[in-house]
C-alpha cells in the first residue's frame, strides 16, 4: 500500500460517520498530513455545515504547518457556492501545496472545475487514488446525479424453503422470519438510507410503521406505492412519526398534510420507472424496498437496483408467498446468530 493509499483509506473510514446526516450532500472524508503525521482531519457536516475540507482545515492548531501540508480527500473539492462557500477557495487561501483526491465529482456543477481551479493557484493535484474504493463509497450520491435516480436497495428475508410470508395470518402484524439481532441490523440501515419503501399488499397485511426504533437516528421517508388507494385509514404508516409518500394513479380528494403527500403516476405500464421519476424529483438519493414480494420482484425485472441484502432464517413455511428470484453475484455472506445474511450486488 502506497502512502497517498493509505491515507485516503482514513478518509474513505471517517467519512462513513456522515451517513444518513450529510445529503444532499455526498459524504466525504478528508485528511491533512504534515510529514508523515496526520494534523486535521474531518467529514462532511450536517447538510448546510462545513464540508469535510473545511472541517479537517478548521482541526489543524498550527495553521503555519498548511503551507508544507497534504491534503487528502474522497471526492473533488467543489468550486461553486451553496449552502457554504467553495471548498478550493479556502486549500488556496491557505496555500496547501499539495492535494490528493480518491475520484473526481461527475455532478455538473463540479466536473473537474475544483481541479482546475486548483492546479491554476499552483496546487500540485493528485487524481484518483483508490478511485474505486472511493467510487463505491459514494456511490450513492454519483446513482443520484448520474442516473437520475435513487440508489436501490433490496431488502428481504425468507425462511429456509424460500418463503417470504405465509398465506394468510390472523391479524394485521409481521410475522418474523429472522432474529431480534437481524431485525435491530435492519433498524440501523433504516437510519442510514433516505427513504423506505413498499407496495399496499405489505401495508394490509402487516400493518408495518417502517420507523426506526430499535436504533439511534432519523426516521426514513416512508414510500408505499397504492395505486387503487386500498391503504386502509388508520394505518401505522400513515401516522406522523415520519413523512409519508403515497404514489396512486388518483389522488382526487386526497388531503396532503405536513407529514402526508399523494403522488399521482401517469401509467400502470412503467411502474418502477415512475416511482423513480417521482423519488428523484423529492431529491431522494436512496432507497431500500422492503417488501413485499411481488413490489421487489417489479424492481429486479426493470433492472432497477442497485444492491440487494437478503436474509434466511431458521424455520420454514412450507407453503406461503415465495420470495422474489434474484440472479446476480453474491458478494459477501455473514452469520447473525441463526441466521444468514447475503448482500448482492447488480453489476
Known amino acids: 500500500m502506497s502512502v497517498h493509499e493509505k491515507y485516503i483509506k482514513r478518509c474513505i473510514q471517517i467519512a462513513k460517520n456522515a451517513l444518513g446526516s450529510a445529503r444532499p ?36 492548531k498550527d495553521k503555519s504547518l498548511l503551507k508544507e501540508a497534504t491534503l487528502y480527500v474522497t471526492l473533488e473539492p467543489c468550486s461553486h457556492f451553496g449552502k457554504t462557500p467553495p471548498c478550493s477557495d479556502l486549500i488556496i487561501k491557505h496555500n496547501i501545496p499539495n492535494v490528493v483526491i480518491g475520484t473526481i465529482d461527475t455532478h455538473s456543477k463540479v466536473a473537474g472545475k475544483g481541479i482546475e481551479k486548483l492546479k491554476s493557484a499552483g496546487c500540485k493535484v493528485t487524481v484518483g487514488v483508490l478511485e474505486n474504493e472511493c467510487q463505491k463509497h459514494h456511490r450513492r450520491f454519483f446513482t443520484f446525479h448520474n442516473k437520475k435516480r435513487p440508489y436501490v436497495i433490496l431488502k428481504w428475508a425468507q425462511t429456509l424453503d424460500g418463503f417470504i410470508a405465509p398465506e394468510k395470518t390472523r391479524e394485521r402484524a409481521p410475522v418474523w422470519i429472522t432474529n431480534p ?165 447488480n453489476d
Open 25 to 60: 450532500n455526498p459524504m466525504v472524508g478528508s485528511v491533512i498530513v504534515h510529514k508523515q503525521a496526520i494534523i486535521g482531519e474531518g467529514y462532511t457536516s450536517a447538510y448546510g455545515g462545513n464540508h469535510a475540507e473545511v472541517n479537517a482545515i478548521n482541526a489543524v
Open 181 to 345: 439481532y437481524s431485525r435491530q441490523l435492519v433498524h440501523k440501515w433504516r437510519a442510514e438510507e433516505q427513504a423506505i419503501l413498499v407496495g399496499n399488499k405489505t401495508v394490509i397485511a402487516d400493518n408495518p410503521k417502517l420507523t426506526i426504533r430499535n436504533w439511534y437516528g432519523d426516521n426514513p421517508i416512508r414510500i408505499i406505492i397504492d395505486l387503487s388507494n386500498k391503504t386502509p385509514k388508520g394505518s401505522a404508516i400513515l401516522d406522523e412519526a415520519a413523512k409519508t409518500i403515497v404514489i396512486t394513479t388518483n389522488a382526487n380528494g386526497k388531503q396532503n398534510s405536513n407529514t402526508l403527500r399523494y403522488e399521482t403516476m401517469n401509467s400502470k405500464t412503467h411502474i418502477v420507472e415512475e416511482v423513480c421519476n417521482i423519488l428523484f424529483k423529492h431529491e431522494i438519493q436512496s432507497v431500500i424496498i422492503e417488501g413485499g414480494s411481488y413490489t421487489i420482484q417489479s424492481f429486479i425485472d426493470a433492472n432497477l437496483w442497485d444492491e440487494a441484502r437478503v436474509f434466511i432464517g431458521s424455520n420454514n413455511f412450507k407453503s406461503g408467498v415465495k420470495a422474489p428470484i434474484l440472479n446476480a453475484n453474491l458478494i459477501s455472506e455473514e452469520k447473525i446468530m441463526e441466521d444468514t445474511l447475503r448482500i448482492y450486488k
